[in-house]
């Protein structure tokens, strides 16, 4: 593992650090709109104080804080999505990857980094017996993550029994109702925190036991980028039978599907899921910096 010349000086001098996935620039936003809002990500990071640090797998190094011209290059270079059941064989094969949620906490958390910002994590999917990585690896890997919930492409109510039986907290931010994107809320409660440092006392806490799992911190699209759910579900409905007919399957699933969404809303969805990416990135920093109090 590899960790730029800057996280492992942020390492070193205690400063606050936040974790960025590879994943949603390299298939889950269109070219070039994905390098333009990487670096949009990473300068947030910097206006709050914070070190950013994108995560991803170039030629087979696992890379902690990749470069601007790494990144470029790993997206030029037809990247693999990796779980963290498959790092080891991006590295062994000497594949460039992008890391996904489960992939970039593990990595992150290696590392020593403790606060991780991505749009949404993966979960149950409707219909057929598909469960995310991403739950599992929250079980075991001591990070906050912080998200705008998960998709509403998902099953929420399975999703968050999987959360509760795999003993992942999740908590709302100034919520206390899971989120969903792009609809904003939706009915299934959670637990409520409304700033920062009670983010970071749980955490503490949490560590005083020596609880190993992550904490799921739930941050809710800003409102003025909520999409119609009726609407929405329309979409997926449609994407759905087209999934049934191609046979798409597995990894292809969501990023099949975020494509068409963001085709059939006439890019709508785009827009809403890179705001959303920007607020979880700076609840992220605050997070961050109250660890550090």
């Known amino acids: ?21 590879s994943t949603v620039i390299a298939h889950g936003l ?37 470069s601007k011209e790494q990144l470029i290059e790993l997206v030029d270079d037809n990247p693999i999505k990796v779980g963290t059941r498959e790092i080891s064989y991006a590295i062994a094969m000497k594949k460039s990857a992008a890391t996904t949620v489960s992939s ?33 690896e929250l ?17 929420i109510k399975k999703t968050l029994e999987f959360l509760e039986t795999f003993q ?10 899971f989120p969903i994107f792009y609809n904003r809320l939706s009915k299934e409660k959670i637990y409520k925190v409304e700033n920062a440092d009670e ?23 800003p409102e003025d980028y909520v999409l119609d759910n009726n609407e929405i579900e329309g979409y997926i409905k449609t994407i759905e039978k087209e999934i049934a007919e191609k046979d798409i399957h597995g990894k292809e699933v969501t990023p099949y599907m975020l494509k068409r969404l963001v085709e059939l809303s006439n890019g ?9 990416l920007k607020n979880n990135v700076e609840l992220a920093c605050k997070i961050a910096q109250s660890l550090k109090k």
């Open 1 to 21: 593992m590899f960790i730029s010349e800057k996280v492992q000086k942020a390492l070193e001098e205690n400063k606050p650090i936040v974790a960025l996935e």
């Open 30 to 66: 269109p070219y070039p709109e994905n390098l333009k809002v990487a670096q949009e990500f990473e300068d947030i990071v910097y206006e709050n104080g914070c070190v950013p640090a994108t995560i991803g797998i170039l030629k087979g190094k696992v890379i902690v804080g990749l």
């Open 104 to 136: 970039t906490a593990k990595i992150a958390s290696l590392a020593g980094i403790k606060v991780f910002a991505t749009g949404g994590i993966g979960g149950v999917h409707r219909g057929e017996w598909d469960v995310s990585q991403d739950i599992i």
């Open 139 to 155: 079980s075991k890997t001591n990070i906050i993550v912080v998200s705008a919930g998960c998709k509403s492409i998902l099953d």
């Open 168 to 177: 992942v907290l999740t908590v709302g931010y100034k919520t206390e109702y």
């Open 199 to 221: 983010i970071a006392n749980i955490f503490n806490e949490k560590n005083k036991l020596k609880l190993e799992s992550a904490i799921l911190v739930a941050n809710p699209i």
């Open 268 to 276: 709508k969805t785009l827009e809403s899921n890179i705001v959303l």
